[in-house]
């Protein structure tokens, strides 16, 4: 008849043959993510259960004695059974895909970050690993699979699709035009330091000040890293900030940022962000990137969302 005798705990066998087989505490601890002192403590207690020592320690070292040697034949082959019948038995894993976007940092953490969720819970079958850069991304070249890119389109080699427009206007802390020092017109902006970010082919400042007849000849222009870095230096009253409505929407909403000059409003249909592919046919997983990208941006309420220029899908 079988022993109606208990089985020693799972977690002190698993010590116990994690040692044996690696003869190590240390390693064995690191492999099952505890502490070694932890992996002691479990096979002090089995040895006490089976009333017989199973290793013999050493200064620097552990050796099995021939008790533990024959019971670790035992564990060991129990445990190898319940890897194989594990492994046969569970679900193949579904193929997944990995995509590597290439975008600005500051996109990343005010815009798309706040939605991977619902992309995740859409698509968890694709992994999306973003690559933050002031610099283009080389699409064509395979350096990342697809890129969203900041711009007015026009980029050679690749196909593009505009997936929202951008609302641009001149925004700072409400502190700093507080009172009588309210600009009225577009050139009182010159009394403050423009914050720029870095770009290969700067426009926003230029593109703004053309429409509303402001002379960036006197302004004294401060150019930081990246977006995000403006940002931050407007909301700490360092200067006027070109707005980006797209990802700075939760600070005009707060308060925390306003409109230099009410009412100016730049809003150019080819200025926003663009899903940037190589030509020809997407591949499955840029597809469903890509069409969930502009159903995000419609959500977004930008009626420019979703223009063909220079490529189509």
Known sequence: MRSTRSLPALVSLRAFEAAARRLSFSLAAQELFVTQ????????????????????RRTRAVALTPAGLAYYDHVHAAFELLRQG??????????????????????????????????????????????????????????????IRYGRGGWPGVASRL???????????????????????????LRYPLLA?????????????????????????????????VVEAALAGQGLAMGRHRLIAPHLASGALVQALPGTVLEDPRIGWWFVAPRGALAPAVRALHDWLIQAASASEDPAAGTDIHGTY
Not at 42 to 53: F, K, M, N, T, Y
Not at 113 to 125: E, I, K, M, V
Not at 169 to 185: F, H, M, N, Q, T
């Open 86 to 147: 594990t492994d046969a038995i569970r679900a193949p894993a579904a193929t997944r895909r990995t995509l590597k976007v290439g975008l600005l940092a500051s996109f990343a953490t005010r815009w798309l970050a706040p939605r991977l969720p619902a992309f995740a819970a859409a698509h968890p079958d694709i992994d999306l690993q973003l690559q933050p850069d002031i610099s283009l991304a080389d699409v064509a070249g395979g350096d990342v699979d697809v890129a």
């Open 37 to 56: 002192s932890a992996v002691s403590h479990h096979i002090q207690r089995l040895e006490s259960e089976l009333g017989v020592a199973l290793f013999e």
């Open 163 to 189: 997936l929202m427009a951008e609302r641009l206007s001149v925004v700072c802390a409400p502190a700093l035009i507080g009172g009588r020092k309210r600009p009225r017109a577009p050139d009182d902006l």
């Open 197 to 229: 970010s870095h770009a290969k082919q700067p426009f926003e400042w230029d593109a703004w000040a053309r429409r509303f007849g402001m002379d960036l000849g006197r302004a004294q222009t401060v150019h930081l890293h990246d977006y995000n870095i």
